[in-house]
């Protein structure tokens, strides 16, 4: 088995393998961290992850949810680890069978793979067909399964061709005091099979527990509405499931800690489940969670637009260019940084890269005044 992970992460949860069947088939193997094993009821580790609910990330480090020496007992680094997996067949025409296996077991990880290492080797550009050479550990494992994740993503109705770009950011704090703001694409060859991948086990173990009774903390999205946390499994429309619950995070987050619980007990004989239905420390902890989520993500954003703020000062930026998101709000280009303009001309049609004034900047109180130059043609 192995990992792909940033060069950064030191939490790793998830892994994959890929086996041979007869008749061109293959064996899916998706390998989940198990720090649940360890962990009693109401044990001083567990009040711990109910306060924490998840790992909080700032540039430079992050505050885990579990402590360095759970993380480094558990982490799914090299060598032999115990995991809980999922096991799917998949024929030569990319369709799963019907009957996934789901086990604990001690497995070996042969390689941590990091993103930075191999994605000069295996992007949208190169390293994709059999045809070339093996640049990396896994990569025929790796290329298959992109085909399968795009697959995937065709068979949930969810697979764009010609998707605008998405970026991630990355924010680092440099020896000499400046500011270092990374991008990468989101979508990659490598992002597409590890999330693909990561749904898939995230929704038919959510269909388990769904169909032995068993409350969790499951994802949900009726149709028309907003993406929310409940107990009872409802189907998820923006991802085109009809079962989602978090699973394959649980050395992160409080969400799938629980819910791997509840998913260990149908598969362990010694093993009871965290929370019966209609339990109420179940249901406080749908609250607890949403909310801890809900504020990390608000100062993860508070963050990314501070230190994006003090780049344009580091720069003595004049102007900058930007994308209209919609009528006056833009994300500037390179930056994670959405802010209103002045002056937008309301014809302007969102995805417009326009060029913008900087009239004003104050870091420190968050506070960028932006005015509309011309359209970038």
């Not at 409350?215 to 499994?233: C, E, I, W, Y």
């Not at 209103?340 to 001309?345: E, H, K, Q, S, Y």
Request: aromatic residues 8%.
């Amino acid at each position: 088995a192995f990992s792909i992970d940033d060069v950064e992460t030191s939490e790793i949860d998830d892994a994959l393998s890929v086996q041979d069947l007869p008749g061109g088939g293959k064996r899916v193997g998706i390998h989940i961290a198990v720090p649940t094993l360890a962990i009693a009821e109401n044990s001083p580790i567990e009040t711990l992850i109910k306060q924490r609910q998840s790992t909080a990330y700032y540039p430079g480090g992050k505050i885990t949810m579990l402590p360095n020496n759970w993380i480094q007992t558990f982490s799914l680094d090299e060598g032999k680890r115990p995991v809980l997996s999922l096991y799917v067949e998949v024929d030569k025409d990319f369709q799963v069978a019907s009957a996934p296996q789901t086990r604990l077991e001690n497995l070996s990880i042969k390689h941590n793979l990091r993103i930075q290492d191999i994605e000069p080797h295996f992007n949208a550009d190169t390293g994709l067909s059999e045809n070339e050479p093996v640049r990396f550990p896994c990569q025929p494992q790796l290329r298959w399964l992109y085909r399968f994740a795009v697959e995937r993503q065709k068979q949930r109705d969810r697979y764009e061709e010609n998707r605008a770009p998405q970026y991630d950011y990355g924010i680092e704090l440099l020896s000499d005091g400046q500011v270092q703001i990374s991008r990468r694409e989101r979508g990659s060859p490598i992002d597409t099979l590890v999330s693909e991948m990561m749904i898939l086990a995230n929704s038919t173990w959510a269909e388990m527990l769904h169909d032995n009774g068993l409350p969790g903390l499951f994802r949900v999205q009726p149709a028309l509405g907003k993406v929310r946390m409940s107990t009872k499994s409802e189907p998820h429309i923006g991802m085109g499931v009809q079962h989602y619950g978090w699973f394959t995070s649980p050395l992160r987050r409080a969400a799938d800690y629980v819910n791997q619980k509840q998913l260990i007990s149908l598969i362990d004989p010694a093993a009871e489940a965290r929370f019966k239905n209609g339990d109420p420390g179940l249901f406080a902890e749908v609250g607890n969670f949403e909310s801890a989520y809900t504020a990390y993500q608000d100062f993860q954003r508070d963050l990314e637009s501070y230190w994006s703020l003090v780049w344009l000062e580091q720069q003595n930026a004049v102007e900058t260019q930007a994308q209209i998101l919609k009528e006056d709000l833009v994300r500037i280009d390179g930056l994670p940084l959405v802010v209103r303009v002045t002056g937008i001309p309301p014809e302007l049609p969102p995805r417009t890269t326009v060029k913008l004034k900087i009239a004003e900047i104050d870091s420190e109180k968050r506070f960028i005044a932006l005015s509309y130059l011309n359209a970038v043609v």
